[in-house]
Structure formats: structure tokens, C-alpha cells
């Protein structure tokens, strides 16, 4: 239920069955079109061929893909699988690859560089998607706007993150219709988003949850924020805003596209705050630079006048604990300010 950091230390090694400090720290390293074309082919090749099939991602296929069909935009396709090792061998397979590539690019209009923004992510995928939200843009300019997503801070905000995981998971994930899990995610993103604390993130699944077995809904909670939140939630958030931002220049709202808010960033951070991002980016943790914020004159502060505010803050006065007060004094440079010793005066 605490937040820690610090040193990891390895308690009876010597008794340990396996000893991993002492395996070879070199790995072989296959490149992932490689491993792709040579060992999951069969898999490659359905990704590319049937777009429309209705199955879960499998992320480092659909990556292939993405980057197979940047090199056939870019002319060197060829070139690149000649470099395969045993491209004799899988000459046919390699050539039937090819052709595919080429196929699936006629329904692919979105620009490389879009594409290549989210590139764990099904081209045919993202050009779904796009379709989506074009169809929705081009009605109008205000459908257009109802689309992008809210920030934070907004009133609307779980109600739009949940429709903007919902068209995700729909069009990008093919889960089924009847899934609710956009809106469990889009409360827990933005709980995380405006900066609740983990500890209470946790407090919270403890009491709805059922399992009476509290270390395991910690640990599952532990696992929500880090891999559902923090990556599979930044990259649904990542492609959207992407394809957004392409389908508002396409219908005449180039200006709009450039003010999107900043979600994936939020996701990542765990901050939306102004201030609260500016403290962080002096290196301050996420728990330290929250629990300032309260302080700061203003939630909407630079950088500058962040750090500015935070060296003449009294932060000794804001109840923090030792560690996060070290943090400070750090970005800071200067020493703790002692307090007068009572008993001497």
C-alpha cells in the first residue's frame, strides 16, 4: 500500500537454484522482420491479407507488417527482403509476402508518416479507424471537434475517454460489442491522469473488489496501471490522436488539429497539471511533483516559473516525507534548512 523506491538487494543468493548475475549478460538479437517473415509467416501473411478478420492483435506481426509496407512506400521492399538470411530458401513464401504487400497498400491512404506513429498497430487498422472518424468529421465541423478527446481536467472527461476506448477496441482490438472494458479503463486512466496518488488508486480496487485475497488484487492493480494504462492505453490514445489529427486537416480544421490535448503524454506521466508536468521535467518523481502542486500559486505554471516558485517554496512546512524532501533540495541545489533546536533556546 506504500510507494517505494531505492536500492534492490538479493537476500540468500547463495541458495538461490538459479543464479541469473551469473548467466552471459549477451543475447542474440533477431531483428523482428526477420523472426516475422521466417518463423510466423503464416501469421504475416493473414494479417495482410484479411483485414477484416475479427481477432485480438498480435503486436509484433502487425509491426512487421507496418514496417514492410513503409519500405514498399518508400520503393525498397525488394532490396530489404534480399537481405533476409535464407531468402533462397524462402524465395516462394518470400514472393507471395511481396505481392501481398503490394495488394494491401491500394487500400491504405493514410500518409507513411502517420502510419509510422503508432507502428505496433495494424496499418489496415488504422486506416479503419481513420474511415471511422472521417465519416463522423466530414458531417460537420462541429462532429468534427466532438471527437477529439477532453482534458483531464474537463467535466466530460471519463465520458470521452470511455467513447474514445470504445471506438478503439471496436475497430482496433475487435473486441465485441457488448465489452464494457473502455469504461472501466477510462476511469482508472483518468484517476492517473489527474493525479491520484497509487496508493489510493489501490484503496479504491480494495473496496470494490471481491477477491478476498488482498495481496493479489494489489498486485493486479499494480498491473492494470503499468500495462493498461501506461502502454496499452498510450498507444490506443497515441494512434487516435494521430488519425484525429489527419482527419481534422482533411475536412478544413488545420488549427484544430494542432491544439489536440496531449493524452499519451498525460497516460505516460501520470500528470496533467501544467505545473505539475513542469516540476517533473526537473526530474522530480511523480509523487513528489503532485504533492507540491496544492502549493504552487498556480496549476498552469512554465517551467521557469516553476522552478523559480520552488526555490523560495517553504517546502519544510508542507508536511512532506524525508524522501521526497531530498528530491527537492537536489533540483533545488542548496541544503536542507534546519530547524532551530527547541531545547537550545
Known sequence: ??????????????????????????????????????????????????????????DHVDAVFGRLLHEYFSGDLSKMLKRIPFFGEKETEILVLQKAIAEAALDITLPAGVLRISPNISPHRQQALYQRLHSVAETSHEAAKALIP???????????????????????????????????????????????????????????????????VIRHTLELVEKRVRYQCVRLFSCYGAILAEVLQNVGLPDTAKSLPSIPLFLELGASDKTTLSLMSYNLSRATATRLTPHAPSRD??????LEWLHRAPVENYRLPALLLEEIYEVRGDKPVEKPNNDAL
Open 1 to 58: 500500500m506504500k510507494e517505494f523506491q531505492g536500492n534492490i538487494f538479493l537476500i540468500d543468493y547463495d541458495n538461490w537454484r538459479k543464479k541469473p548475475l551469473e548467466q552471459p549478460r549477451d543475447a542474440i538479437v533477431v531483428p523482428a522482420v526477420e523472426a516475422g517473415i521466417l518463423h510466423k509467416s503464416a501469421d504475416l501473411l493473414r494479417v495482410v491479407e484479411r483485414p477484416e478478420s475479427q481477432r485480438k492483435e498480435i
Open 150 to 216: 477532453k482534458h483531464p481536467s474537463d467535466r466530460e472527461a471519463y465520458q470521452s475517454y470511455s467513447e474514445v476506448l470504445e471506438i478503439c477496441h471496436k475497430v482496433i482490438e475487435g473486441r465485441p460489442d457488448d465489452s464494457r472494458l473502455h469504461r472501466f479503463l477510462a476511469l482508472i486512466a483518468l484517476f492517473w491522469m489527474r493525479g491520484k496518488p497509487l496508493p489510493q488508486i489501490i484503496q479504491n480496487q480494495l473496496r470494490r473488489s471481491t477477491d478476498p485475497d488482498r495481496r493479489r
Open 301 to 306: 505554471l512554465n517551467p521557469e516559473q516553476a
